[in-house]
């Protein structure tokens, strides 16, 4: 199924988790999107973020990785006291296609109280990283009444293709209730961050937690055809339910510098930031 179909429940209930992945706000989403920043936190970037958003007093969602929010829990406390909506990543990034309910729901589950014990919020929607969907996932979540949440506007941050390439593909797919994915820890993002916030309400888009944009959306409407740019999409491969980062990845993350007792985490918890490979 390619991102940016309407797969919504008719009889959608904000309150309540969805059976089926969300795209995007089904229906009349009005002029409001929501941008969602995964991987994070990030020390020394996502305070940068917070003051971007701040600064022009919008609010997001950051969908973390729970053994990165137990590492920096004062970062995610921030998240959700400035306003921003604070979902599941699940615990340390691992590809969950193939895991059974019960490995998923572990996951979930240690990932959500992780998550609730620092902001005191019930954890409403979970990204699996990669976008990789299966049974499993998709019954841990139902079970633990989180709506499982993609995106429709993908301007491939995670490329680091610079930031005005992030910020053209992004207004080149954005639609009423998109959900835009983008990536903590980079810093072209953050760069292309205040200009794509301006850009996008000159164009007379307002932008809104998950939250708020899907209790703002009505009834689906007739199957949307997905946007052009995600023609290429295909959904992860087998080979990547294997995927080992490059070690590229690990050159060009710099680890937090110890100080004040903060190490950074383990070897093993990472990769923590892989960004979804296609
Ligand atoms: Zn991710």
């Not at 020394?44 to 590492?71: D, K, N, P, S």
Request: charged fraction near 20%; proline fraction near 11%.
């Amino acid at each position: 199924m390619l991102p940016g179909d309407t797969l919504r429940h008719s009889n959608f209930q904000p309150q309540e988790a969805q059976d089926q992945p969300i795209y995007r706000a089904a229906g009349k989403g009005g002029k409001r999107v929501a941008l969602t920043f995964d991987d994070g936190p990030y020390p020394g970037l996502t305070e940068q973020y917070l003051a971007v958003l701040e600064a022009h007093q919008a609010t997001a969602t950051f969908f973390v990785i729970g053994c990165r929010a137990e590492r920096y829990p004062h970062l995610v406390r921030d998240m959700s006291s400035k306003g921003h909506e604070v979902g599941s990543h699940s615990w340390q990034h691992a590809c969950l296609s193939k895991v059974n309910s019960l490995g998923a729901k572990e996951d979930l589950l240690r990932t959500a109280r992780t998550l609730e014990s620092i902001t005191g919020k019930p954890v409403r929607y979970f990204r699996p990283p990669y976008g990789a969907l299966g049974p499993g996932v998709m019954e841990a979540a139902r079970e633990l009444d989180e709506s499982v949440v993609l995106w429709n506007v993908d301007p491939r941050d995670w490329t680091n293709p610079g930031p005005q390439a992030i910020i053209q593909r992004v207004l080149a797919q954005v639609r009423d209730g998109s959900i835009i994915l983008l990536h903590e820890g980079r810093p072209g993002t953050l760069q292309a961050l205040p200009i794509l916030i301006r850009e996008l309400r000159q164009q007379g888009y307002e932008l809104v937690t998950l939250s708020e944009l899907l209790s703002s959306s009505e009834k689906p409407s007739a199957a949307a055809s997905p946007p052009q740019k995600e023609k290429g999409y295909r959904p992860p491969s087998v080979k990547e339910t294997t995927y080992q980062p490059p070690s590229v990845s690990r050159t060009t993350y710099s680890p937090p510098q110890a100080g004040a007792g903060d190490k950074a985490p383990p070897a093993e918890q990472f990769p923590a930031p892989l960004p979804p490979k296609r």
